[in-house]
């Protein structure tokens, strides 16, 4: 769900050539940090009616600029700019229900002011109502209204948007299945720097979904997302390298990836380290440590892990396995960092 937001846009509509350039006034205070100048001339004007003081207004309270922070207070001058139709304090009025900061929490009427925020272009409220579609949230859950939300925000350049309504092609929610719809719309917003659009995008190129099968491709999207942190797409990277799939086989490579992958608790991961390190693959063979990450992975109570991991016990001594046991206990401890 998008958040709220926390800067004053220009408005370009003005009610009178007075109001008009002390309006501007305030708005220069503000962009020169002034929030003491900026509070006194929104304050003047947002009293006679105009819906951008009112809701300039509010984001000063909501930012506690020029006053202490004060939701309830933001959320009055936000209702007051929302109830002459302003876009921006529409959306922000939704926020600050969807949260509930300065009222009662209130899916419905979260829902009410992303409907008119949405329905005057705003892209941030398309964004969220999709979202209220998709979750059910404030209004009955409908899949082919939340394509439809999702869609008018990808139109305008919405990155998330543009994810989401990608997975929705994907899975056939709300709409037809198109594997090359959901391709056309991760594109978009993996060119963006999305980092789940681009795991999925380097998906659908590793099976062949909506796109000619292309393994070189793969490896360059799961990488973009792998280097901005996306686990599953560490994990994945690790594999096409262990693989040699549209890169040269490397061990090493694929080791520093499933440890990356490993220590955010990827439980493949975990386990894909463990039997680089059983068979002396990207590391010296190490029974220790191999053990150590196939107990850590064996959590999640996969048969074939435990397995694994019973097996290379087998190979060690007493002694190393209380040696194991007691890395794999401070690994843990530590959030998985640090276990070498």
């Known amino acids: 769900m998008r958040g709220i937001c926390l800067m004053i846009v220009l408005a370009v509509v003005c009610n009178s050539v007075a109001r008009a350039g002390e309006y501007e006034d305030g708005s220069s205070a503000y962009e020169r940090q002034d929030y003491e100048a900026a509070l006194k001339a929104f304050r003047r004007i947002a009293q006679t009616g105009d819906a951008r003081a009112q809701f300039s207004l509010g984001v000063m309270y909501d930012n506690g600029q020029g006053v202490p922070h004060d939701d309830a207070e933001a959320v009055k001058w936000y209702r007051f700019a929302a109830q002459q139709g302003n876009a921006m304090a529409q959306y922000n009025l939704g926020v600050m229900y969807d949260n509930g900061q300065g009222v009662p929490h209130d899916d419905a009427e979260a829902a009410k002011w992303y409907q008119l925020a949405a329905q005057q272009g705003n892209a941030m409220a398309q964004f969220n109502l999709g979202v209220m579609y998709g979750n059910g949230q404030g209004v009955p859950r409908d899949d082919a209204e939340a394509a439809k939300w999702y869609r008018m925000a990808a139109e305008q350049g919405d990155a998330t948007a543009q994810f989401n309504l990608g997975v929705m092609y994907d899975n056939g929610q709300g709409v037809p299945r198109d594997y090359a719809e959901a391709v056309k719309c991760y594109r978009m917003a993996a060119e963006q720097g999305d980092a789940a659009a681009q795991f999925n995008l380097g998906l659908m190129y590793e099976n062949g979904q909506g796109v000619i099968r292309d393994y070189s491709e793969a490896a360059e999207w799961y990488r973009l997302a792998a280097e901005q942190g996306d686990a599953s797409a560490q994990l994945n990277l690790g ?102």
Not at 280 to 303: T, Y
Request: charged share 20%.
């Open 239 to 340: 594999v096409i390298y262990d693989k040699g799939q549209g890169v040269l086989q490397d061990d090493a490579e694929a080791a520093i990836w499933y440890r990356l992958a490993a220590e955010q608790g990827n439980a493949s991961a975990q386990f894909n380290l463990g039997v680089m390190y059983a068979e002396g693959k990207g590391f010296s063979q190490d029974n220790v440590r191999a053990f150590l990450w196939l107990n850590l992975a064996a959590v999640s109570g996969d048969a074939n892990t435990i397995k694994r991991r019973d097996t290379v016990a087998s190979a060690m001594t007493p002694g190393q396995i209380e040696e194991a046991h007691k890395l794999a206990r401070e690994c843990a401890a530590n959030q998985f960092k640090g276990c070498n």
